[in-house]
């Protein structure tokens, strides 16, 4: 394809103002035509900024003859009808996470890309196109420290102001990027999770378990520990370490990295000791986003998909599932992957 992608984006909260901006300023090869949003004022206000059209209703951008491809950034609840039109349409999709909220709508996605020709989805897992995440898997997959044994991953928020911020929510909206990069570095599937609750910070919403530190247990037999803690009140720190048989090796370490915190803006605040840290996850991943992005439209352009695919954003739904089981139980949960057709 010669032309430029026309992307539509649906969705204009703070994901979703943040890529169109993206789209229409910095992504080569891709023009803004459409933003969609229930609220009809908000995408009138952000369309008439970057000069693209505005519809209140998501299904009409994406059936617009004007779009040939669409992002999602619309909440969970409604991705899946959402993506099933992009589909009806023809037309490829880069859906932020989570895919779905349930492992029965992650699977009928799954199971409807399947009918298709070739796939057309892409989840937004970021963290894949980070460029210190992605170094670090090409490390583990060419064994460069020898075989991977264990995985330590941290996720620091400074604060939640959401109340509707909920365990749950801690599960399914911030521990999902640890299972995604756990499959990422692992190259294998979570088999069993235990989500525990160490004692609440007071800083929490009354009853919310936070932090939470999960265990992943990987077919393997590689185990990966998890630390999520969304009122950490510092700033955003997010890293994985891995520990192999000759080395260990970290991405995200602070003050350290291909992107370092100091030319990103981070600071040294109040509460933290040992270097930088950013204060939120568009400073910290912006690069990642841009890279995302740019891949997606090069890959759409070429009747491809990129990234995370429609099994992975399956995966991560049954395993947070599974994890909401174990936060509640305190025990170890099973994660069992079904066949979309056989659903065996
Ligand atoms: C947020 O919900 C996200 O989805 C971001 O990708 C993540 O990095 C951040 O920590 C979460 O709070």
Redesign the pocket.
């Known amino acids: 394809m010669s032309a430029a992608l026309r992307v539509g984006v649906v969705g204009v909260g703070m994901?979703g103002a943040d890529h169109a901006e993206r789209l229409a300023v910095r992504t080569a090869g891709a023009v803004l035509t459409a933003v969609a949003d229930p609220d009809l004022g908000r995408a009138q206000e952000l369309a008439g900024r970057l000069g693209a059209t505005a519809f209140g209703d998501p299904l009409d951008l994406i059936a617009s003859a004007e779009v040939d491809a669409v992002l999602l950034a619309s909440p969970g609840f409604v991705h899946e009808e959402q993506v099933l039109a992009c589909f009806a349409a023809g037309k490829p999709v880069l859906c932020?996470?989570p895919m779905t909220m349930d492992i029965e709508s992650s699977l009928r996605i799954v199971e409807a890309e399947g009918a298709l020709d070739h796939p057309l989805l892409s989840v937004g897992f970021?963290?894949r196109f980070d460029p210190e995440y992605a170094q670090l898997q090409r490390m583990l997959a060419g064994e460069a420290f020898g075989p991977l044994l264990v995985m330590h991953q941290t996720?620091?928020?400074r604060s939640?102001p959401n109340p509707e911020f909920r365990s749950e929510m801690i599960v399914r909206?911030?521990l999902?990027?640890e299972v995604d990069c756990a499959r990422f570095f692992v190259g294998d599937e979570i088999a069993e999770i235990q989500v525990i609750a160490p004692r609440p910070t007071s800083k929490a919403f009354e009853g919310v378990a936070d932090p939470q530190i999960a265990i992943f247990r990987m077919a393997n037999g590689v185990v990966v520990t998890n630390e999520v803690f969304?009122n950490c009140q510092v700033g955003?720190e997010?890293r994985a370490e891995a520990v192999c048989e000759r080395g260990t090796a970290i991405a995200g370490r602070p003050q350290t990295g291909l992107y370092s915190t100091v030319s990103s803006g981070g600071s040294t605040p109040e509460g933290y000791w040992g270097g930088m840290v950013h204060d939120?996850?568009r400073q910290?991943?912006g690069r990642a986003y841009d890279l995302e992005v740019q891949a997606w439209v090069n890959a759409s352009r070429s009747g491809g998909v990129v990234g995370a695919n429609a099994w992975d954003g399956y995966a991560a739904t049954a395993v947070c599932e599974a994890g909401m089981a174990s936060l509640a139980s305190g025990e170890p949960v099973a994660v069992t992957l079904v066949d979309p057709v056989t659903r065996s």
Do not use: A, I, Q
Request: proline fraction near 0%; avoid cysteine.
């Open positions: 994901m932020e996470k970021m963290r996720h620091r928020n939640v909206d911030s999902v990027h969304v955003y997010v939120d996850f910290r991943f």
